[in-house]
């Protein structure tokens, strides 16, 4: 069985089962204090080329942020599209402050007033006049702030400049806040193989949203390819702490590996590479499921849609995936 598209829940938009996201094209940035919020160097043509060999592969749903490069993610993004973008849906995010030609983040903004002007400068960097998802990127605002968020982008609705809007948090608490709203359309969430999020699925089943899944490949660990330390500029050589299997950053974390490694015979069945089949237990798991795996080259844009034609995991691999994981 195929799984080719996906309807994002009450809103009737519609999408490929699998959209790409756009963080790592957006290049190196950091925080005001030198970490590295970047996946590392990238070749802004590559990216381009691997936009076009996505949409000509049946990809339709692109998910960056404003602040992915501090905007170079989304100009990138939107000199790909072109005179396609009709054919797609753009999702971007705000709250987060950045000094563009510094390349660094440097705070937060959770006023509706902030969320306005964003919302401007994404539509003139994405060269587009709507967005179709626009999405709060603070996942740890506070609830009554986001209310006030939620109806201004209520207000976006109305004038035709979104289309749908999310949060992007890992709260089902917080997520639900949004889903009041009529034309909330979706959260975005973290959600793979080896980290699953049961409270935020029942929530998006409960409130007809859909499921949009970052770090579908657990920041490149269920690509099977990173083992090494990292390049400086990339994310994962000074992770986070939010940035789980990565250790000290010496590489990816040895019991996290170990959990892949178990869970490779039953991914890679089917004729699948390992990433395919991480992304083929996303949508076994959920009717609701869009996974959005990262990609800087045509490579990865090849293996990540190439996932869409194999489809979801069979019940019986679900199953064996969660024996070998002791859940």
């Given at each position: ?51 076009h060999r996505a949409l000509d592969l049946g990809v339709t749903f692109f998910d960056t942020a404003d602040v992915y490069g501090t905007g170079h993610s989304e100009r990138v993004l939107g000199r790909a599209l072109g005179k396609r973008r009709a054919d797609v849906v753009v999702a971007t995010k705000w709250g987060n402050v950045f000094d563009a030609p510094a390349r660094t983040l440097t705070g937060a903004d959770d006023s509706p007033s902030y969320a306005r002007r964003a919302l401007t400068a994404s539509l003139r960097r994405l060269g587009t006049d709507y967005v179709d ?195």
């Open positions: 069985m195929e799984t080719t598209t996906r309807t994002w829940g009450r809103s009737g938009i519609e999408v490929s089962a699998l959209g790409f996201g756009c963080w790592a094209i957006g290049g190196e940035w950091q925080s005001a204090d030198g970490q590295p919020l970047g996946w590392g160097k990238v070749d802004d043509e590559e990216s381009v080329r691997a936009v998802l626009y999405q709060l990127h603070l996942s740890d605002a506070e609830p009554e702030q986001a209310a006030q968020l939620r109806d201004v982008c209520e207000e976006f609705v109305k004038e035709g400049i979104v289309r749908a809007y999310a949060w992007s948090t890992d709260d089902p608490a917080r997520a639900a806040v949004f889903a009041e709203g009529e034309h909330c359309a979706a959260v975005q969430h973290a959600l793979n193989v080896l980290q699953d999020a049961p409270d935020m699925l029942a929530l998006c089943e409960e409130s007809e949203l859909a499921s949009i899944n970052r770090s579908p490949l657990a920041m490149g660990l269920l690509t099977g390819k990173r083992r090494g330390s990292m390049e400086a500029g990339d994310i994962r050589s000074r992770p986070p702490a939010w940035l789980q299997g990565f250790g000290d950053g010496s590489g990816a974390d040895p019991e996290w590996l170990a959990r892949v490694d178990a869970l490779r015979e039953v991914l890679t069945g089917d004729g699948r590479t390992l990433a395919q089949g991480a992304l083929a237990w996303l949508w076994a798991r959920s009717p609701r499921t869009v996974p959005i795996p990262g990609f800087r080259s045509v490579a990865q844009a090849e293996e990540n849609a190439g996932a869409m034609a194999k489809g979801p995991l069979t019940p019986g691999q679900l199953a064996e995936i969660d024996r070998l994981l002791g859940r």
